[in-house]
Antibody, heavy 121, light 106 residues
Framework: QVLLVQSGAEVKKPGASVKVSCKTS????????IHWMRQAPGQGPEWLGM????????SYSQKFQGRLTVTRDTSTTTVYLELSNLRSDDTAVYYC??????????????WGQGTLVTVSS | DIQMTQSPSSLSASVGDRVTITCRAS??????LNWYQQRPGQAPTLLIQ???TLRSGVPSRFSGSGSGTDFTLTISSLQPEDFLTYYC?????????FGQGTKLEI
């Protein structure tokens, strides 16, 4: 089955960077976009950006332009999220998810298990 | 950005009740609307895609409807395992956005 397995929890200081990995399996890696979301406690998920693993094309939410980098390694079928210049309000659970597409509609299924990133001095 | 507003934010109900959750978009999203269910401490899971298509394995007591800006998720007869949090999500344009969630409580 399709599985997305993320790296473990991280604790970072303000101003630092964090890199989270998302190892995929169970499908052809280059055939599906991967999205990144985050969810702060008690909030709905927030979409950060996406990558086309086939060519590496990315699209980011304007909110994170300049701070967010999403990359992929086709040899290990892994996608990475790197967020720089961390602030306390970046504290959240970060999720990767596989894109599914039909008739112009994109949905996320499945999701990784989540990675807690805590930003604290 | 397209804002997604869910109502209510929380809902008290009983096993066997019929409940409806509403999701309103700040501009039309056509039929590019999906619903997710989330258990505490776990990732969201897809419930419904494209307004009304149930994910494989989702019980038929769940249904979705709507188009344009107004959408509903209905659970025809609540079961104990349904007392979770539900989110709508639009994919009409980036940034893709989610509602703030509706928590079903016993």
């Amino acid at each position: 089955q399709v599985l997305l397995v993320q790296s473990g929890a991280e604790v970072k200081k303000p101003g630092a960077s964090v890199k989270v990995s998302c190892k995929t399996s169970g499908y052809t890696f280059i055939n599906s976009f991967i999205h990144w979301m985050r969810q702060a406690p008690g909030q709905g998920p927030e979409w950060l950006g996406m990558i086309n693993p086939s060519g590496g094309w990315t699209s980011y939410s304007q909110k994170f332009q300049g701070r967010l980098t999403v990359t992929r390694d086709t040899s290990t079928t892994t996608v990475y999220l790197e967020l720089s210049n961390l602030r306390s309000d970046d504290t959240a659970v970060y999720y990767c998810a596989r894109d599914n597409y039909e008739s112009g509609n994109d949905w996320f299924d499945p999701w990784g298990q989540g990675t807690l990133v805590t930003v604290s001095s | 950005d397209i804002q997604m507003t869910q109502s209510p934010s929380s809902l008290s109900a009983s096993v066997g009740d019929r409940v409806t959750i509403t999701c309103r978009a700040s501009q039309t999203v056509g039929t590019h609307l999906n619903w997710y269910q989330q258990r505490p401490g776990q990732a969201p899971t897809l419930l419904i895609q494209g307004v009304s298509t149930l994910r494989s394995g989702v019980p038929s007591r769940f249904s979705g409807s709507g188009s344009g800006t107004d959408f509903t998720l209905t659970i025809s007869s609540l079961q104990p395992e349904d007392f979770l949090t539900y989110y709508c999500q639009q994919s009409s344009g980036t940034p893709y956005t989610f509602g703030q969630g509706t928590k079903l409580e016993i």
